[in-house]
């Protein structure tokens, strides 16, 4: 066997009984679609459970799979302790899909936990499970939280827990845990105008099985809209990958500012045609050439020398037809990667250290990818699937009032004695000057409380 069915739901605390205390009654189309689900859980019998949480331990390049035998938690963080709930893990199926994913050179396994307990990821699944009649004592599990990797190593990861049921020859049901924007209207995180888009596009592509529409979402429309659970639907996606699937929306809600949507996937016999990996694979790669007709001397410049440093481990060297504005120049420039939406590496030099404006950017590029205390050094596998930009910097100019600071014009730079914090302006989820500041003094090792001289800059930014 495989996967038997799956399903997209949500886990807002608040539709527990025990922690709305009446308010649950403002998502009872909510309630009763997760009831529904558990009941249709209940009757297939599932001998494995797969529950991935957004709420489980995260790493930005690996995915947790919880250790051990068993787990428990309770709600006590939401002023429910009563609340108890534990599981057994299957304890065979993590070992061999540990060993599957790291053959496929998915990073994936059981090393890193931090804390075993329970998160309401978890739990508000489980809460209806047992309500539903499933016996938690008899039921294996397997709880796996999400990563920063790509979309494509999401829905390969689903992939490898699919070919590993079959394996086992287990009868396994896929929770994909996640609720969806948290930014729409009412909610305590703002408002954000992405949100309710997508919502819309999340249904719609779960609603009718469209894989590859949901793995291609724009990434910016994503973060904005501070979204919870699209990674572990990814996940889900690559387990029903090959099947015949028949999606029923069951209900969507957005009462409390965030939204709540639940989608079951009936599965049924293999289909080869539901390739959605193979799909996925020239999107990105017409993606990748799309960047690459768009770049301008700037950028070209960035992804040669990285890409040469790369492959070769030795730095470029110029080429012998770069435009005047590069070689005439001199100047402070900043290299910056994105990959999967998500920073891969960013360095760069307020004032010029090189002769020219070009040998700035070919070696910032080198260290974007390879100096960046945050990340690993790139590899060659990554490469089609990163983003540059290169900012080119203004003259710094000396300012005594955060009065003179734009977020979206200009970056900062804040000093004290010699520590010494840079941000550059126009940055995603950075709307105001004080998260500027904040963040700069973060940079470097500057406490909040501590005074800062100040100066502003702005940039030319090549992307």
Same mark, same amino acid.
Request: proline content about 0%; glycine content about 18%.
């Given at each position: 066997m495989s996967i038997i069915g799956a399903a997209a739901v949500p886990h807002p605390p608040i539709i527990l009984p025990e922690i709305g205390r009446g308010e649950e009654s403002k998502i009872a189309a909510t309630t009763a679609a997760y009831k529904e689900v558990a009941r249709r859980i209940a009757e297939l019998q599932p001998e494995t459970i797969v529950i991935t949480s957004p709420h489980s331990i995260m790493y930005a390049d690996y995915f947790h799979i919880s250790p051990g035998e068993s787990a428990a938690g309770n709600m006590a963080q939401f002023r429910a302790p009563q609340v108890e709930l534990a599981v057994h893990y299957d304890v065979e199926?993590?070992?061999? !899909? *540990?060993?599957?994913?790291? $053959?496929? %050179?998915?990073p994936?396994? *059981?090393?890193?936990?931090?804390n075993s307990s329970l998160d309401h990821g978890t739990m508000v699944p489980l809460y209806f499970l047992q309500k539903a009649g499933v016996d938690l004592d008899k039921?294996?599990? !397997?709880? $796996?939280?999400l990563s920063g990797l790509t979309n494509t190593a999401h829905y390969k990861f689903g992939q490898i827990i699919a070919k590993t049921a079959q394996t086992l020859n287990r009868r396994v049901f896929f929770l994909a845990s996640g609720d969806l924007a948290h930014k729409l209207k009412g909610s305590h995180y703002g408002f954000a105008e992405e949100a309710p888009v997508f919502d819309e596009q999340v249904m719609n592509n779960l609603g009718g099985a469209d894989f590859l529409s949901l793995l291609t979402m724009n990434e910016k429309l994503c973060n904005?809209?501070?979204?919870? =659970? !699209?990674? $572990?639907?990814?996940?889900?996606?690559?387990?029903? %990958?090959?099947? $015949?699937?028949?999606?029923?929306? !069951?209900?969507?809600?957005? *009462?409390?500012?965030?939204?709540?949507?639940i989608v079951y996937f009936n599965v049924g016999e293999a289909d080869s045609t539901r390739n959605f990996a193979v799909q996925l694979a020239k999107v990105k790669r017409h993606e990748s050439e799309q960047r690459k007709a768009n770049e301008d001397a700037f950028v070209r410049l960035a992804r040669y020398s990285l890409e040469t440093f790369v492959n070769t481990h030795k730095p470029a060297t110029l080429p012998d037809d770069l435009p005047a504005e590069l070689m005439n120049?001199?100047?402070?420039?900043?290299?910056?990667?994105?990959?999967?939406?998500?920073?891969?590496?960013?360095?760069g030099t307020i004032m010029a250290t090189q002769d020219t404006l070009a040998e700035e950017i070919l070696q910032n590029a080198i260290s974007a990818c390879s100096r960046d205390p945050r990340f690993d050094p790139v590899t060659a596998g990554e490469l089609d699937d990163l983003e540059y930009s290169v900012d080119v910097l203004g003259e710094p100019e000396r300012i005594f009032d955060v009065k003179a600071l734009d977020v979206k014009r200009y970056g900062v730079i804040v000093?004290?004695?010699?520590?010494? =914090?840079l941000l550059l302006p126009d940055l995603e989820g950075v709307d105001t000057v004080e998260e500027q500041i904040a963040i700069a003094k973060r940079k470097a090792g500057i406490r909040p409380d501590e005074k800062v001289s100040l100066w502003r800059f702005e940039v030319i930014r090549h992307h």
């Open positions: 199926f993590v070992s061999k !899909l *540990t060993a599957a994913a790291m $053959s496929e %050179d998915i994936a396994g *059981t090393l890193g936990e931090r039921v294996k599990f !397997l709880r $796996s939280g904005r809209a501070a979204e919870c =659970g !699209l990674r $572990s639907f990814w996940i889900m996606a690559g387990a029903l %990958d090959r099947h $015949s699937v028949q999606a029923e929306r !069951l209900s969507y809600e957005g *009462t409390f500012g965030v939204g709540y949507g120049r001199r100047a402070g420039a900043f290299v910056s990667l994105h990959k999967g939406g998500n920073l891969r590496g960013c360095i000093e004290n004695g010699g520590r010494r =914090g």
